[in-house]
């Protein structure tokens, strides 16, 4: 049932796909609303999910595109990044089952609430960790009669929609496609289900492709520039894709963001790999960053630089918090880089002081600002009416000092 005004018309959800994967047979079915829509009800009685926005069935909408709305963009956007309960093919397994061990539900309930409920949510990649059953499978993901595949409906269900619950019953969704969502991984999960454009041939085992062209998502006024580069990787010989120039297609693709999808007004790149990000730091002091390849690409392009118009680039990946700025006196313009892939898989260890790397180096050009948090939780960016205010809160809605900060330019100065 959709809304607009005081008009509600009964629709039809169109059947995208069916499989025979979770735990018997998985039918996807879609339905587009106009932007003008007030209200949005799934029919709990004839759609038997396994988890629905609401008891009733009622969806969250976009507010700033409704009629007469007071905003014209989100205001509170909370980002998560990296959630998925990591299951190793060997070794220490986390413990699906303990809030302690993997936090993701709690930090979803936080992030619903905490400080305010956001209108909208930003997904930086990373859903399904599972490289096998684990020792105590769930029922819809490796247990006893279930698709022996743990890149399945019943797993996202299980590493997402279940503890994300209360979250995605609160606002609009924006998922970004990580290193864990690869043809070789979850590919065939992503793009049936999270991608924006379903599709069921994109992973072929003949031709897999593992490549979506860019994307504009327009928030209201606030421009969501979606990169796919669940490709990129910081190791030498990457894991998951073997194919492709991959540097030359990701210049092409930051040209084409550089030239064609970039707008007047706010913009956000989101991207699953950073293009920089301190992950560690050298036996002489200097910082250890990522991602080579991506630098590489944006200087490969006909800018050489990210368009100035881009204020900030959002990503996972690394299983941290982290905000890092550059010398404003660097002659290369590049705007601040957050991470947030510290929403529930295991964390990384910080192994260096923020304060002792900044002048460091980072691809060239020296650090002016770096902020890194090696603790659960989420993100959270807030409209001022003159800028964006960006803080960091812990898995129990508890913000953490010295994370709160409001964007000048391109740096983020006298963060509290």
Known sequence: MVTTGTQSVRHQMVQESTVALYPTTATLCTRRIAADATAARIDATTSPVPVRPSANGDVPLPNWTQPGSATRQPQNIALIGDTGCRIPATGTAQDCAQPQDWPFRRVANSAATDPVPPNLVVHLGDYIYRSRPGPNPPPLCGATGISPSLHTWGCLVTDFFQPASRLLAQAPFVFVRGNHETCRRSGEVWFRYLASTPSLTACNAQS??????????????????????????????????????????????????????????????????????????????????????????????SLGILDRRINLVLSGHIHLYQLLTFDASAQFHRPPQVVVGSSGTELDQQTWQDGALIGGLVDGVPIGELITVDRYGYGVLRDTGSTWNLRYFDRFGTRVPGTNCNLAGARFPNCV
Do not use: K
């Open 208 to 301: 897999p492709e593992d490549f979506s062209p860019p994307e504009r998502i327009d928030a209201g006024t606030l421009g969501l520039l979606l990169m796919d580069t669940s490709c990129a990787s910081d190791d030498a010989t990457p894991p998951t894709c073997a194919h492709a120039p991959r540097e030359a297609r990701y210049t092409a693709q930051f040209n084409q963001i550089n030239n064609s999808l970039v707008q007047a007004g706010d913009d956000f790149l989101l991207s699953h790999a950073p293009i920089w990000a301190v992950r560690g730091v050298t036996p002489a002091g200097n910082p250890v960053w990522v991602d080579e390849l991506l630098s590489g690409a944006v200087a490969g392009t």
